[in-house]
């Protein structure tokens, strides 16, 4: 079964960054637009990122200038680099290939857990 495994979140003080990765199976990366969700407090998991096979990006209005999505196709790996954080960025961020980003191709893997507080 094709799966995808995010990881590299972590508990960070207000002002700092995380590089997030997520990594799956190579036929998934050539086929499809990647992106990133997150799930707080409110259980509702929300739009965070996006980047087509071309490099098109596309966020969320709350992280523009902020975070930056990116994908290396030769490694089948898509990033997500997060700078300024915020407390409100706090929640289990998670990866997948999207047809659009409210139509995922895969099941939700674990997420990975970021925290933002002094």
């Known amino acids: 079964q094709l799966q995808l495994a995010e990881s590299g979140g972590g508990l960070v003080q207000p002002g700092g960054s995380l590089i997030l990765s997520c990594s799956g199976s190579g036929s998934i990366f050539r086929l499809y637009t990647m992106a990133w969700y997150r799930q707080g407090l409110e259980n509702v998991r929300e739009f965070v990122a996006s980047i087509t096979r071309g490099g098109d990006t596309n966020y969320v209005n709350s992280v523009k200038g902020r975070f930056t999505i990116s994908r290396d196709n030769a490694k089948n790996t898509v990033y997500l680099q997060m700078n300024s954080l915020k407390p409100e960025d706090t929640a289990v961020y998670y990866c997948?290939?999207?047809?659009?980003?409210?139509?995922?191709?895969?099941?939700w893997g674990q997420g990975t857990q970021v925290t933002v507080s002094s």
């Open positions: 997948n290939a999207v047809y659009t980003i409210r139509a995922p191709v895969l099941p």
